[in-house]
């Protein structure tokens, strides 16, 4: 464990031992469970017999699903065999087996599913309501526990996302992106574009997909619920892959060509610059405080993405498995002030207004109003005078926003501590 922007290193915050790693699925920082796989033993040499034979008709390599208890340091196997892994976004995990069966665990409650899946999915989305969708073309399926699945037609493409909810699925196919309702509530929608698309990612609140194409250099966005182009994103070279930070702020590109990720600003729509990095499937990435971490060598390397300044560096850790997450231990949580070297003024948060205020230091704002309450609830429980605004107008979204604070200055203050990026909003009288 680390400690973001600077990248020091945390030895006693995490206890326990696990296997060799192939992969991190991720962390219910709710319950509290690191969920990893490993490969699974290989049993076949235990065989009566001296005829005994390794099985060699598995197409790919099977893992165990294992689930480290980070309060207790105990290691339990949730599953075995698994060909398809997956978090939800309400820390429900879902594992598939080659025999197309289910197994969920949420808050410590380890299901396995009464029915089978129809087939062994290529894409794995948690949905809400531990609900679980699967593109598995030319089908994409829909199933929960206590229902059977259903099907609807999935067109072919060559990429599919899904919203953080898991209610709406696009698939970029050969001339545009196909909107589909995993559900069923509404009928599929296709929107245009002039190139092929090739990559796609939706924002964090889900009411826009940004998508990268495979000719013209930068990327196209596409408004979720007016099923129309708008303003895009411009960019040096085509993108190959796309990946957003968790609040929506930051997106990273990876070019067609070369070891480089593209910076993007993406309130202003800006190139901030590019940074040498080799891209897998958990770095480069944005981390929950707005750090950037990449790979470069041997190393990892933290940047501030608004200015591309290094940070931290872990040296030889380039050949780690990187997972980031806003968890902390329990009783070793000092929150942002305490990590600035400061003491939270819990008393200049107050509802009264400054000759300037009131002002209040914005860390996020969303369309989407449950996922703002849920940031609200988590920078609570860490100690921070955290709140939700209701939207004014029509076109206002929900802000997550720390104060209100009398001064500009005691607001800036405030602000430079989180180790985040922040806006400084005053209401309008």
Known sequence: MYRLPTMVEIPTAIRGKLPPVTRVIGLDTEAEFLYVTTATKDTSAKKKGPRAKKDTSATTPKSDVLALDLGSARVDTVASGIERATLGPDGTLYTVDAKRRVVTLARRVRVAWPQPLPGVPLQLFGAADQRLVVADPPALITAAADQPP?????????????????????????????????????EAAFVPLADHPRALVFSPSGHRIYVARRTEPGLAAIDRYDHEEIDGIALPLPAATIRLDPLGRWLLAKPAAGDSVFVVDLPVKRLVGTLASAW?????????DGALLVRQGDDVVAYRPDSLAATGRVKGGGADLWMLTGWR???AYRGAFGDAGAQPDQGAASDTAGPEGPM???VSTSQNEAWSSEMAQQLTRAGLAARVLQPRNPDDGYRVVLGPYPTRAQAEGIGRKLGRPFWIYQPTP
């Open 280 to 288: 897998r499937t958990d770095l480069p990435d944005i981390a929950p």
């Open 150 to 186: 259903t099907s609807r037609p999935l067109p072919a493409g060559s990429d599919v996302a899904a919203t953080r909810w898991g209610d709406l699925v696009g698939v970029a196919a050969d001339s545009g992106i196909v909107l589909i309702d995993p559900l069923g509530r509404r």
């Open 329 to 331: 231990p329990r009783g």
């Open 360 to 362: 209040y230091v914005q």
